[in-house]
């Protein structure tokens, strides 16, 4: 096929496809490579659950069943939610870091790790209890933020809660949507105003709490203040 008709533009996809190849390319293999040297100062090499998600358990009593956590990466927070009874669905596209997961002390049973991307996840509607993203939304594309909220709106069960932790504008770059386009990069990660964060989480869900990341408390979890955390609910009768 030549260039030209490869390049032909026939419908939405055709478009979001032209958008992907604008952009540097986070892949498996880039992912892989992060997370290959497990000893280097990396704020979320840890074993330790966020603080917020730790504090989900105690403010929602109806916060149990079957979870997914969006780029799990080493598996604290798939190990945290499992031990306080989810059976939980750890995704991630790296296999250096699901090794990483799979080989911990306290790797449990109840815990499935898949190496796949969110966006090729195909489970019908109304699966999950509850979805946690900690640190995905910010490396999302602009042009495929809608497809990825919807995706996980879909995939809750109505009434369900979805957990996200997210760069704010101190952690990520500061840059606006169409920036990203211009610079043809993401700059590491975008950093979300409150404003802008409301503006694309309102029309999925219904927001429970939204606050600022808090350090972690006496060791006990994970914190950082250039974080985002925001706690979210899909509606009843959806």
């Known amino acids: 096929m030549s260039q030209e008709n490869s390049e032909t533009i026939m419908n939405t996809d055709d478009v979001l496809s032209m958008l992907d190849g604008l952009l540097e390319k986070w892949d498996s293999e880039w992912w892989d490579e992060f997370w290959k040297d497990k000893e280097k100062p990396v704020p979320f090499f840890t074993d330790l659950p966020d603080e917020n998600l730790v504090k989900y358990m105690s403010i929602c009593s109806d916060l149990n069943g079957k979870a997914m956590d969006i780029g799990c990466g080493n598996g604290r927070n798939a190990r945290y939610l499992a031990s306080n009874g989810f059976t939980v669905e750890g995704i991630d596209f790296s296999k250096e870091c699901l090794d990483w997961a799979k080989e911990h002390k306290d790797h449990r049973s109840d815990i499935e790790y898949l190496n796949t991307s969110f966006f090729d996840i195909k489970k019908e509607h109304g699966t999950y209890d509850f979805i946690y993203d900690s640190g995905c939304l910010h490396h999302i594309k602009p042009h495929r933020r809608a497809q990825y909220l919807k995706k996980i709106f879909n995939l809750l069960k ?17 840059i606006s949507d169409h920036d990203v386009y211009h610079k043809k990069s993401m700059s590491g990660g975008l950093g979300y105003s409150e404003e802008k964060l409301n503006k694309v989480l309102i029309p999925f869900f219904d927001i429970i709490e939204f606050r600022e990341m808090e350090p972690g408390v006496e060791a006990q979890s994970f914190g950082q203040d250039i974080l985002w955390t925001v706690l979210l609910r899909k509606p009843e009768h959806h």
Do not use: E, Q, T, W
Request: proline letters at 6%; glycine letters at 24%.
């Open 158 to 174: 109505p009434g369900a809660y979805f957990g996200l932790v997210c760069f704010n504008d101190k952690g990520g770059a500061s």
